[in-house]
């Protein structure tokens, strides 16, 4: 492990432990959001109700909605305890708000959240106009003469129907943007549904690091997709990553043969699950990646894929999901799966109906208890990684009475979630 290592790995040690100390604080900025919500306006109170209050756009003065992206590296954790080395989009702390000019590693930690896989969904309004800004922040943790320094990124928006200029193939006829570049990309979208954005220069090695997100284009401020009414939503990105791949390319800047290149692990939201349902960073005990709900609700679940050639087999157990629109066009007619294969590049949009008795059933199959499901890949390589099973993609269901409000987040006091104690 190289220094650069060795410093990420002191950073999230001290980010850790600062988390860890000031818990009271943050269980006072709960309450103070809390009661900023009684301050919202009627249209914000909309937005948030439709975009599961994810971090929005700023709106410009124009009236246009306003994203500043920024290129990084970093590292991600994993379930076994591993720390892999990503690089992808992120933002500003708590906004999409442009920060200037990010150079150093100082600023990218002082100014930008630490990145993800995949990054934050962008959401968006039909005929609503944006500006997505991308900064190229350069590389950060990578070895020094690592090739991987100094590349260019673009943004392609992976499924809208758009112009060459703003399509982020690189030359094709826009340049890529150079580090410590930026490029504005300005769309109007036409259509809503689920679809993603990924970085188009040297696709392989830069989406399979980590550079993709899920875009969420919306037709109004209400709880309705393609024309449906639903209860709640939830956006499931399943992707293939390999550490080994990774680390060569933060070391040298170059895979050594891509046509072996193989995952070592299988991710919904950038987790994977694990025995352990106490495990914070355990797909169960995400609240984008958990799915909570009512009896008698309908619950809209956004499904997305990329990776090299794995091929995602979502199976509930318990459900079928009844298809309502491929790669954001509505179907003229739906139809009911209880496996449903994805590859990468689709999105695939379904409606799950939750029965009366759901919240006491058990799954004779999973035995986790009563309201608790599993949905898993069923091609079961996803399974496992790193050679361990079950540690790949896999969820729940956890559906509770309606005489219970449903908690999507981590309880108070430090404790992570079980479902077994809900």
């Known amino acids: 492990m190289n220094v650069s290592k060795l410093i990420g790995l002191a950073a999230i040690v001290l980010s850790v432990g600062i988390k860890a100390s000031f818990l009271p604080q943050?269980?006072?900025?709960?309450?103070?959001?809390?009661?900023?919500?009684?301050?919202?306006?009627?249209?914000?109170?909309?937005?948030?109700?439709?975009?599961?209050?994810?971090?929005?756009?700023?709106?410009?003065?124009?009236?246009v909605w306003e994203f500043h992206l920024y290129t990084t590296d970093g590292y991600i954790e994993?379930?076994?305890?591993?720390?892999?080395?990503?690089?992808?989009?992120?933002?500003?702390?708590?906004?999409?708000?442009?920060?200037?000019?990010?150079?150093?590693?100082?600023?990218?930690?002082?100014?930008?959240?630490?990145?993800?896989?995949?990054?934050?969904?962008?959401?968006?309004?039909?005929?609503?106009?944006?500006?997505?800004?991308?900064?190229?922040?350069?590389?950060?943790?990578?070895?020094e003469h690592s090739g991987i320094n100094h590349v260019a990124h673009t943004i392609h928006f992976h499924g809208l129907d758009l112009t060459p200029s703003v399509d982020g193939v690189p030359s094709l006829p826009v340049d890529p943007i150079l580090e410590?570049?930026?490029?504005?990309?300005?769309?109007?979208?036409?259509?809503?549904?689920?679809?993603?954005?990924?970085?188009?220069?040297?696709?392989?090695?830069?989406?399979?690091?980590?550079?993709?997100?899920?875009?969420?284009?919306?037709?109004?401020?209400?709880?309705?997709?393609?024309?449906?009414?639903?209860?709640?939503?939830?956006?499931?990105?399943?992707?293939?990553?390999?550490?080994?791949?990774n680390e060569q390319l933060q070391d040298a800047g170059v895979v050594h043969g891509l046509q072996d290149w193989k995952a070592d692990y299988f991710l919904i939201n950038g987790r994977t699950f694990t025995d352990n349902l106490y495990h914070?960073?355990?797909?169960?005990?995400?609240?984008?990646?958990?799915?909570?709900?009512?009896?008698?609700?309908?619950?809209?679940?956004?499904?997305?894929?990329?990776?090299?050639?794995?091929?995602?087999?979502?199976?509930?157990?318990?459900?079928?999901?009844?298809?309502?629109?491929?790669?954001?066009?509505?179907?003229?007619?739906?139809?009911?799966?209880?496996?449903?294969?994805i590859t990468s590049g689709e999105r695939i949009d379904v409606l799950v109906k939750i029965p009366h008795f759901a919240s006491q059933r058990k799954c004779?199959?999973?035995?986790?208890?009563?309201?608790?499901?599993?949905?898993?890949?069923?091609n079961l390589r996803g399974m496992v990684s790193t050679g361990k099973y079950p540690m790949g993609a896999l969820t729940i269901f956890d559906v509770q009475g309606k005489e219970k409000a449903p908690q999507p987040e981590q309880p108070v006091k430090g404790k992570p979630y079980n479902p077994l104690e809900h």
């Open 26 to 63: 943050n269980l006072l900025a709960e309450e103070a959001k809390a009661a900023e919500e009684w301050s919202l306006s009627q249209e914000e109170k909309e937005l948030v109700n439709v975009t599961n209050d994810d971090i929005l756009g700023e709106r410009g003065k124009d009236g």
């Open 78 to 143: 994993m379930t076994n305890g591993d720390l892999v080395w990503v690089f992808g989009y992120t933002h500003a702390k708590g906004s999409f708000k442009d920060v200037g000019e990010v150079k150093t590693k100082e600023q990218v930690e002082q100014l930008l959240e630490p990145v993800k896989v995949p990054s934050d969904p962008i959401h968006l309004f039909v005929g609503e106009k944006a500006r997505i800004t991308l900064h190229n922040t350069g590389m950060h943790y990578a070895d």
């Open 180 to 245: 410590h570049q930026a490029f504005t990309y300005e769309i109007t979208p036409q259509y809503e549904g689920s679809f993603m954005g990924h970085c188009h220069v040297d696709s392989f090695n830069h989406i399979l690091a980590g550079m993709y997100f899920p875009i969420i284009i919306h037709q109004d401020r209400t709880k309705t997709a393609y024309g449906y009414k639903y209860d709640r939503d939830y956006t499931l990105f399943f992707s293939e990553l390999s550490s080994t791949a």
């Open 280 to 341: 914070p960073r355990s797909v169960i005990n995400d609240p984008r990646s958990r799915i909570v709900a009512h009896e008698d609700e309908t619950v809209l679940l956004r499904f997305m894929a990329i990776g090299a050639d794995h091929v995602f087999a979502v199976h509930p157990h318990g459900y079928h999901m009844e298809v309502i629109a491929l790669d954001g066009r509505k179907l003229k007619s739906t139809y009911e799966k209880d496996t449903l294969c």
């Open 364 to 378: 004779l199959s999973c035995n986790l208890g009563a309201g608790i499901t599993i949905m898993h890949d069923h």
